[in-house]
Each structure stands twice: as C-alpha cells, then as structure tokens.
C-alpha cells in the first residue's frame, strides 16, 4: 500500500507489518542457542497479531532459504542477527542513561517494542512510548491478556507523530526541565527527510543538558542507486507474496537527500558517537550482512548515540 500524508496503519498492515516482522526476528534471536537478547513477549506478540507468514517464520516453522535472493542484499535471512544486535545497542543505551541518571524514557514509534515490560528500570523512571492509536490499543490490550504488565511507570501515548505529539508527551508529564533519554528506532527510514529533521528539533527543544538520544540513522548515500535498491527489494518482497505475505518495502520508505542525523545534532548542542550496521555485526560476533555494488544497503545504516551538551 503506497504511503499518504495522512495514513493510518494497525500491526498487519503498511508501516505496522514492519514492526511485526522485527519482532518476529526478535523471537529467532531470542530462541537462538546462545541468545544476545532476551525478547520474552515477541514470539506471543506476532502470534496475535496473526499474520500466517511472519508466524510461521518467528516459530521456526519456515525456513527463509526458500524464498531469499543473496543478490538481494538484505532479507529475513540477515534479519535475526541485525535486530539482535540493534536490539541489544538500544537496551544499552537504556541502561547507560539509567546509570547517568536519567529518569524519563522516550521511545518513538514504539510498534511492538516491549522495554517497558522486560527491561530493569531504576526506581522513579517513567517510560513515555507514542505510535499509532491502533498500534498502542493493540500491544497494551494484548500484553495485560498474557498478564504481563510493565516494570516501571509506563505513559502509552496514541497519537500520529504527524500529529502535535509534544503536547500529548509534557500533557502526559514528561517535563523538558530534567534529563531525558530517547530512541528513534527503525523509524527514520519511514520519514521523508524534512520530517526527520523536524522530529529532531523538538526533540532538541525537548532535552534539558545532560539528556541522551540513540538513533537508527539512513544514510544518504549520493552515490548509490536507489532505483536498484527498490528493484531488489521488489524482487525479493514478490517471494513473499508467493508464500501468503504482501508487503513492498519500496512503497512504505522515503527517498532522497537527508541530513547526517550526528552532523545535524552535533550542529544543535548535541556529541554524537556513531556505529555501521557492519561494524555492529562484527562487534557482536554476527556473520557480516552482504554489500551490493552501487546499492544502498541495511549495512550501511548508522547507529548513532548523543549526549546533550
């Protein structure tokens, strides 16, 4: 489904699909012999959301092997091993601004990201987390069915962050006077870039000295071909389709020229430290993800933490 200005998605559809599709990998990292994460509430998760193919892949039953193109560069193959370690890099992120004191927590399009229920968070913190109405109905409904219920002082906020989030969020309590720790995770790619660069201002007007963000960072990339990059993932998303998942990658993602998310903050107050997807790999001991010559490629996607000077 081609993206409007003013589309609305649940956890099955558009945008959303995504987010069910990253906690399914979350689930194979989570059961992998020796696990980097521990994502309890995937696997039951993507379950109910129900939908067959991304079901069948988070419980083992599919083996991606029979519909994934190595040409393709990216893939569900790749995927367990990329989320893990992005999982893993958020949750230390969480754990750092914990140790420097930092006691309000914002997760951006949260989707079905469940650190609110699974993480240790020190006493006095409060998690603030926005997405879709539809998407928070949906994980807080859900979760208190399997009687899990969050471990620290969690704000569940629905609304677009299309839409005037930054009331919802201080309406909610969130005070922009204290520390603050964020995460845009899986989110900008999702953006046009002036929207990127729009959310990164409030949430520079936000952050009182001290505060934190880490980001998943889309590269701009003058050199690649993004018209191959869109044929590959049409190739590969017409796999799926064959085994009962309809979703193209290419028409939920936005194009052209972006700011470097650590120049545009470190321009801002901001120092900024970032880390390739491929480097991130390494660094955990995961199998490398294949580059594609003169395509733009997940391994290429910048992991970024900065600190509020």
Known sequence: MTRTDND??????????????VAAARAIATNADEPLINDQFAEPLVRAVGVDFLTKWASGEMDPDQFEDDAAGWGLRYMPYAMAARTQFFDAFFADAAERGIRQAVILASGLDSRAYRLEWPAGTTVYEIDQPQVIAFKRTTLSRFGAFPTTDLKSLAVDLRDDWVSALTDAGFDPNQPSAWIAEGLFGYLPPEAQDKLLDAVTELSAPGSM????AVPHNPDADYAEAREKMREATEKWRDFGFDLDFAELTFEGERHDVAEYLDARGWRTDAISMSALLTEKGYPAMPQVDGAASMADVQYTTSHRR
């Not at 609305?8 to 945008?15: F, G, H, Q």
């Not at 963000?213 to 998943?216: H, K, L, P, T």
Request: proline fraction near 0%; hydrophobic fraction near 50%.
């Open 8 to 21: 609305t998605w649940d956890l099955a559809t558009s945008v959303g699909a995504t987010a069910t599709m």
């Open 213 to 216: 963000i880490g980001v998943e």
